[in-house]
């Protein structure tokens, strides 16, 4: 508890106290990517992501078995997980052959029916990548644009251009829940560096400098075990807890993509009422894209089967026009 404390302080001076904004959390100096990539960049780290990566995760394939990292999008019997304040997709089936029965649609000539729906949702309400402009603190958002460029729409840095990128890289995989012994992680539980680089260690991982980092708590899989309303009790996700070490080591080893099974990637709430401070130390500030809400327990027991963590990760968000984050069905091949 009292290293954990330490890291809440303002610029790490333990007589402070604790920060009151992400501004004075991070401190002026937090680790920053802007420019990095010229003044019109809107993908951040995904920079690091070329064709020498792309051929790195390809060696990584082994087996030829595939994953599906989604979580399914409107399902009736147990609504969708979504972060408190959004609502879960809804899927209206608009046609079908009730619409015959019926007589509410003429017949047509030829003898063809059909089927049409539409789905009401958060662009972000379901397994999602964040724009780069989705998050920020002051009046800036990733590469420095202006926060009032969010008015309406995202017009930079929006979801639209890593959606026309597309993500392609060798990712790894981190298994917090299985390295602690537990199905899913408490809420509120905490992973600072040095648990992520003992839990790669325990499973004798190495993490490489452009690795998409994937990390696994347990806790979208257990929204699917908990009865209705439990899941959102004492509401605090566990995961990566803000230090100025992490945000430096995510710098150093030029980490492109962080993905997880969690609602928004990391702790949710810190004393005194910060509320995910790395997605501006990360998102905000180096560019690092954000993929949430993954669904990873069945890849995890592939991995810790055979022992093998590392794969070829590929995904592209949909390409929603100025869209604050977008809807993904990330693949794995091992
Ligand atoms: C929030 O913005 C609260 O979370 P997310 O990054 O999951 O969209």
Redesign the pocket.
Known sequence: MASAKKELMVDNNPAASPAATIEQLLGPDSPSNWGKWGPDDEVGSLNYLGPAEILRAVSAVRSGEVFTLQVPIGDPDRSDPV?PGRTPAVRTQVMDEGFFARGEEPEPSDGHHWADDKIEMFT?GSTQY?ALA??WYGDQVWNGYPADSTIGALSRASVLPIGERGVVGRGVLIDIARARGKDVLDSGERISLDDLLAAADRQGTVIEPRDILIIRTGWIGSYYRTAGEDFYRDWNEPGLVYSPELVKWFQTMEIPNLVTDT???ELSFYPGGLQ?PL?CALMRNLGVT?T?LCRLDDLATACADDQRWTFLYAAAPLKIVGGS?APVNPLVIR
């Open positions: 972060w972000q964040d989705h998050y609602i928004a990637n995910l997605h954000f949430e984050g």
